[in-house]
């Protein structure tokens, strides 16, 4: 039985969610934590955290929505941090791949959701693109946990993240021939990952260049259960073993 830590089911991707979580359920994923962008994503990760059991949901507002949100989209994100199917503060984080421009917005907007998962106790779901040292650097000033998803760093970064208590990510992008991941991941100790989608985004191979879905965390397991030479039953325990340590799941 697998997880799905990362993944963005909304309509405006899949036309039919109900197949999409059962086509999963059918590959032996049978839960998802579904992580929201901004106030319409978030709502409707609530709506479905409460359609269907196997879901859980993040919320939160990520770094591209930077220069559109208002306060009282953080307030949106206040007031529902008490469901109990809400059990993160996510997608957040830093993204200057695309520009830097708006770094100081961008931390500005990361600072108070790090703020609200300190208050509240609820663990972080972090995206970092191109901005290890300012990701880790705010990181270092809340007391929080979490997850940097979609980890594709250097081993000393690695190891950076686990030292501050967070767990890493594995999608898709280590099945890509192109990528060296496999190296980073080989010296990192299992009981630090968890597995990923980031569905729609990322399919893993054989399957790159069609939509993803969470029933590809298979493909993904199956992966890096060869490459640290352990079964996959084994890597489902692990892994589920992580969640728990982390989420309220
Ligand atoms: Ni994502």
């Known amino acids: 039985m697998f997880t799905d830590t990362h993944c963005h089911i909304y309509r405006e991707y899949y036309n039919n969610i109900e197949e999409i979580i059962n086509l999963a359920k059918e590959k032996g994923v049978n839960r998802f934590i579904n992580n929201g962008c ?18 859980y949901g993040a919320i939160g507002i990520h770094p591209e929505n930077v220069l559109e949100y208002s306060e009282d989209d953080l307030k949106f994100i206040e007031d529902n941090l008490y469901n109990n199917k809400i059990i993160a503060i996510g997608e957040i984080g830093l993204d200057y791949h695309y520009t830097k421009e708006n770094k100081d917005e961008q931390i500005t907007l990361f600072e108070k959701q790090l703020s609200l998962a300190e208050k509240y106790q609820i663990p972080v779901i972090i995206h970092s693109r191109d901005a290890t040292l300012d990701t880790i650097n705010t990181l270092k000033k809340y007391h929080v946990k979490g997850v940097i998803h979609s980890f594709s760093g250097s081993k000393e970064t690695a190891s950076e993240y686990i030292k501050m208590g967070f767990l890493l990510g594995i999608n898709g992008v280590i099945t890509f021939k192109n990528a060296n991941l496999k190296d980073v991941y080989k010296d990192i100790s299992l009981d630090n ?35 640290y030479h352990i079964k996959l039953e084994e890597l489902a325990k692990i892994t589920n ?8 799941i």
């Not at 968890?194 to 298979?218: A, F, K, V, W």
């Not at 073993?241 to 309220?248: Q, V």
């Open 193 to 227: 990952i968890i597995l990923e989608t980031d569905s729609p985004y990322l399919t893993p191979e054989p399957y790159r260049g069609s939509q993803n879905n969470s029933s590809h965390i298979i493909e993904i397991a199956n992966f890096v259960a060869d490459l």
């Open 38 to 55: 901004d106030t319409l994503s978030n709502k409707e990760v609530l709506k479905l955290t409460q359609e269907y059991k196997e879901m």
């Open 241 to 248: 073993e992580n969640i728990y340590k982390l989420f309220k």
